[in-house]
């Protein structure tokens, strides 16, 4: 098993964030963007906020690969008007690439 640990912004208005954490909870959810999470082998997936900023933990299987998991999303027209839908809400990290949402975390620290 694996671990990522994500983070991404969201835009920062106080109506737009609760909105996205609507979408967010199980009975909102789509079922269709549960089944490709799972369907790449993500076995757990969490995401916290504080103020706007999101961090995000997946747990992966063996076989998960994330250039993998892009192409599968990229092909995947439910995935696709998720990620749409979702963009409404977020803003790139300053840092982040061109095109890039959530930007992998560097664990610095490990007790």
């Known amino acids: ?8 912004d969201l835009k ?4 737009l964030i609760a909105e996205y954490e609507h979408w967010h909870k199980a009975e909102n959810s ?4 549960r089944k490709s999470i799972l369907d790449a082998e993500i076995l757990d997936m969490q995401i916290y906020r504080t103020g706007n900023r999101l961090f995000m933990i997946m747990e992966t ?7 993998k998991k892009a192409e599968m999303d990229a ?29 992998v975390m560097e664990q610095i620290f490990q007790l």
């Open 30 to 33: 789509w079922p269709e963007i």
């Open 75 to 103: 092909d995947n027209v439910k995935v696709q008007e998720w990620e749409q839908l979702m963009w409404k809400f977020q803003q790139p990290l300053p840092w982040a690439k061109e095109g890039e949402k959530w930007v």
């Open 1 to 8: 098993m694996k671990r990522y640990c994500l983070a991404l």
């Open 12 to 15: 920062d208005d106080p109506q």
């Open 61 to 67: 299987g063996e076989k998960y690969q994330p250039a």
